[in-house]
């Protein structure tokens, strides 16, 4: 029986059934032949190839794990505590998981085990078959990003930028990896390779048993999976990485070498087609099967594509353009490739009314289609004895921020041989039915926290903090887009208190930046409220919900950008495109102004009129100040809402700007001060009718004035993000972090490059220096001062020692691990013990290189210099070389009466290079002459006259 091209086609039996919401997420079952689940959103996930307990269907979402049979019927249930905390007013707030809502997790047959990365920060081993706990793991507070499994190991990474491998068995800790970057969701593994790709571009290949560094390399944009759990490789060892926008890239999993790129769109480009177009991947045979998330721009019906690349080519095989875009990826069985597509609700575009699960036979023509309205996609699909599995959520049921939502779990059958499984009820879920649900582990509060230096502080949003914080001289206040608020006392780092916009916030939308003013916390939630707040106490004065105008898309993702306050007002912009003033007392309204088809960012207000900053869209190119009158809300001054404009590059991505007058400056004129995303700092000279002349630009990308910025991506602006100036000094917040400029001259001062900041910074002069509060991706909001700025990140990664780990319980550690029960009959968990001692790292490299046409006194004080050559040398042998290999500086000698140098270098090697390799790589490089090209092309005006080797 054929399911070809019908509407709601299903299995040959229908079934569904209910439970009672007792908990949240909620499970719930109806099907199609089916399974069908509500949840928070997580990810399916069946068992390995080698069925554990004749088969199991486990979901996560964010603080359960729940396992079915191939029927239907719920297996267990483990619930966690998710991290809650009482705040202001006596509301309680509960901490974010994954940036998903899901809890990542995966099961492995040769242990009968599921290993949980759940969202209060424990890894649990639970077994299938019971639902029993085995053993837990903690390390600290960082939630889960990813989690993999190969070789008797299972890697889960956090997110605080870290990388753990444990034993599958005992939850022994074996290795632990410090990176720059927060990983993708999505990591592999792969004969002895873990590949973990981080969000801002690179990928990075490591010893599976070690933890040591074999490769990276990196494709220069954001890598960020949405549906797939894990990478995907070729049995030939071919690997397949994607990257915004539409980059697809094969590597050899064992060297990390480029095999091949292409372009997913080439062929279907246009101007306006700038989106990220993320691809997920299925192989099949020697296809890597590619499809869009995204439409098609000059397609009219919407479509997407779908394409096979041949593994070892990248050649295009075939492509349909005839499908929509996909969603929640493909997965093989019974010979054909199931995939999954959306279709967009035509009357917005945006919306996915209806989706379609398809299978495809080896010539890519459907064989079969099922199509589900009112829906929307929530998880990786996935295939069990035949069965497609696929979350999908239900529209209807679904609030503002997802909380309370349907999530349906379907099972179709692949082929009309399979035979559905029995309709099997489950009982209700009641809340102390013991047998339903597991009492996780609870971990211990963390200490209070105690400031070693003053004015030096780090505290934890849930989520990414993308409210500018602010300050009154006495405390710091924030806000992440999880509608968590923080007060701190400037000086000791106290919490003073914390509230919540609400339950109902959403951390897709972005909140405004904080504004205190006379005693008062004024915010615009991610949840779109309008809030005001006694800045003493967090106590909560009043709030105005934002209501969307109907007939009117959000043109902007939240309340973004400054508001302001005066004349007893509140200016703030709507993500509909209007710009209102609230009553500071009521929060009742008091005018409303439409910029049209522009969405107003930030607010400043000078001489009883408001300017915002409107940004360009589809139809207007470039951004544009307007101007209201405060009181009344009526077009500006001389009858026109424009101010004036200062035509950009829509390319360059300019968002905001900041203008400071030449009093401050110490100038003769005004000037105005911008970033862009090809990491330029621009000043323009101000006069009355708008910019003048250029003052000067620094390139944020300039390894020699950024040392740092090395490996990086582009310091593109960080959307609305804004300069901050303070002291003759800016403060740029960008995609890689802070750069510190000087105002009239463009003078690079310091960096933090530690990741991403995605709101404006707040700067408060002090005696010592500046006290400098920001919030830092992932989830950090912190200052510092010259006194505890933080290191410059040294290399690439940093392994983290395990020895002597506080078992996860947090008592002593033992002597020897125990697996005896508990009188409970419960099973404890297994603590881990220290790791075997690891080899001696590989004996160093030495090279000495002499160079001449610099004197030695200037070699000797000029460290970037010398930096400079040691990263062009490591680039040059990294590259000709299995492995990895870091160079350091040893010294500097003089030599020809100090007319010359000898810059003695130190390569270590790790990750299998050799000793004789790296050697060869330096020799051929002196005598072809590539090792005075790259000298040359870092900048240093000097000739290598010699090398000399000791291995």
Same mark, same amino acid.
């Given at each position: ?40 959103? @997580? ?310 009314? @209806? ?206 950008? =400054? ?19 609230? =009553? ?216 983290? @020692? ?143 006259? @010699? ?5």
């Amino acid at each position: 029986m054929a399911m070809q091209g019908s509407q709601q086609q299903r299995g040959r039996r229908d079934w569904s059934r209910q439970w009672s919401q007792l908990w949240a997420p909620l499970l719930v079952m109806t099907a199609y032949c089916a399974l069908v689940a509500k949840s928070g959103v @997580s990810q399916p996930h069946r068992s390995d190839p080698a069925d554990i307990a004749d088969g199991s269907i486990l979901t996560s979402g964010g603080d359960s794990l729940v396992c079915f049979e191939k029927t239907g019927q719920r297996r267990w249930l483990f619930r966690f505590n998710r991290k809650t905390e009482v705040v202001a007013d006596n509301q309680t707030f509960t901490y974010s998981a994954r940036q998903d809502g899901a809890s990542p997790f995966i099961a492995v047959s040769s242990t009968g085990l599921v290993y949980l990365a759940a969202a209060d920060a424990v890894l649990y081993a639970l077994d299938v078959r019971t639902g029993d706990l085995v053993w837990h793991w903690r390390d600290s507070p960082s939630t889960f990003e990813s989690i993999t499994y190969g070789d008797g190991r299972v890697y889960v990474s956090t997110t605080d930028f870290k990388t753990y491998a444990l034993d599958v068995v005992t939850g022994e800790v074996l290795w632990g990896t410090q990176f720059r970057r927060v990983s993708s969701w999505t990591t592999g593994w792969f004969k002895g390779v873990f590949v973990r790709p981080d969000v801002d571009g690179r990928v990075w290949g490591v010893d599976a048993e070690t933890g040591d560094l074999i490769w990276m390399f990196n494709m220069g944009a954001e890598i960020q999976y949405r549906w797939d759990p894990e990478l995907h490789f070729h049995p030939s060892g071919i690997g397949f990485m994607m990257a915004r926008p539409s980059q697809i890239w094969a590597y050899n999993v064992t060297s990390g070498d480029v095999l091949w790129k292409m372009n997913a769109r080439e062929g279907y480009m246009s101007p306006d087609n700038d989106g990220d177009n993320r691809q997920t991947f299925e192989v099949w045979g020697d296809l890597v099967i590619a499809q869009d998330e995204g439409a098609v721009e000059t397609n009219p019906n919407k479509y997407g594509i779908l394409q096979a690349l041949d593994v070892f080519t990248g050649v295009r095989v075939w492509i349909r353009d005839d499908v929509y875009p996909g969603k929640y990826g493909m997965v093989v069985t019974e010979g054909l490739l199931v995939y999954t597509t959306y279709i967009p609700d035509m009357s917005t575009l945006d919306v996915s009314s @209806s989706l379609l699960i398809s299978a495809m036979g080896p010539d890519h023509q459907d064989v079969w289609n099922w199509q589900r309205d009112g829906a929307t996609p929530a998880g990786q699909i996935q295939a069990l004895d035949g069965l497609v599995f696929a979350l999908q959520g239900e529209i209807a049921n679904t609030t503002f921020n997802g909380l309370g939502s349907s999530t349906v779990l379907v099972a179709l059958p692949a082929t009309p041989s399979v035979i559905c499984p029995p309709d099997v009820k489950s009982p209700p879920i009641t809340v102390n039915n013991n047998q339903q649900g597991t009492n996780a582990v609870i971990a211990p509060p963390p200490p209070p926290f105690v400031s070693g230096k003053p004015f030096c502080w780090t505290h934890s949003f849930s989520y990414k903090p993308l409210g500018s914080p602010t300050s009154d001289g006495v405390r710091a206040y924030g806000q992440d887009n999880a509608g968590l608020v923080i007060a701190v006392y400037l000086d000791t780092g106290a919490i003073a208190w914390k509230a919540t916009c609400g339950p109902d916030s959403n951390s897709l939308y972005y909140p405004s930046n904080v504004v205190v003013v006379d005693g008062v916390v004024y915010l615009g939630c991610s949840n779109l409220d309008v809030q005001a707040r006694d800045a003493a106490t967090g106590h909560l004065l009043w709030r105005r919900p934002f209501q969307l105008t109907p007939d009117r898309a959000a043109y902007r993702g939240g309340i973004i950008g =400054n508001p302001a306050v005066a004349n007893g007002k509140i200016v703030i912009s709507k993500p509909d495109g209007f710009l209102q003033a609230l =009553n500071i007392t009521n929060g009742q309204l008091v005018w409303s102004y439409d910029t049209g088809i522009l969405a107003a960012d930030s607010v400043g207000i000078r001489d009883g009129v408001a300017y915002a900053i409107a940004r360009h869209n589809a139809e207007v190119r470039y951004s544009t100040i307007v101007a209201v009158d405060l009181d009344t809300g009526k077009i500006g001054r001389d009858g026109g809402d424009l101010a004036w404009n200062y035509p950009i590059s829509d390319s360059t991505g300019v968002y905001s700007v900041l203008v400071v007058s030449g009093e401050d400056l110490g100038l003769p004129h005004d000037a105005l001060f911008y970033n862009d995303n090809e990491g330029l700092v621009t000043a323009l000279a101000l006069g009355s009718d708008g910019p003048t002349e250029v003052m000067w630009t620094v390139d944020l990308t300039d390894a020699r004035l950024w040392p740092g910025v090395e490996n990086l991506l582009t310091p593109g602006q960080s959307d609305w993000a804004q300069i901050t100036y303070s002291n003759q000094t800016l403060y740029v917040p960008t995609t890689q972090g802070m750069f510190v400029v000087g105002a009239t001259n463009g003078e690079a001062l310091w960096s933090d490059l530690r990741s991403r900041l995605n709101a404006n910074i707040h700067v408060i002069e002090r005696p010592g220096g500046p006290q400098v509060i920001y919030g830092r991706y992932l989830s950090n909001f912190e200052s510092n001062t010259p006194q505890c700025r933080p290191p410059k990140p040294s290399g690439l990664v940093t392994k983290i @020692s395990v020895r002597g780990s506080v078992p996860a319980d947090g008592g002593e550690e033992p002597s020897t691990p125990t697996d005896a029960p508990a009188p409970d009959s419960r099973p404890v968990p297994v603590t881990a013990s220290p790791p075997p001692s690891r080899p001696s790292s590989p004996a160093a490299v030495a090279v000495a290189l002499g160079l001449s046409g610099l004197p030695y006194n200037i070699v000797k004080a000029d460290s970037k210099l010398r930096d400079r050559v040691a990263g062009a040398v490591e680039k040059l042998v990294s590259g000709k070389v299995t492995g990895f290999v870091r160079v350091r500086v040893l010294g500097v000698e003089s030599t020809a009466g100090g007319t010359a140098a000898v810059l003695r270098l130190s390569l270590q090697r790790s990750g299998g290079a050799s000793a004789t390799a790296v050697a060869s790589a330096i020799e051929d490089a002196a005598l072809n002459g590539k090792l005075q090209e790259v000298v040359l092309a870092a900048k240093v005006p000097a000739k290598v006259r @010699s090398v000399v080797l000791k291995v």
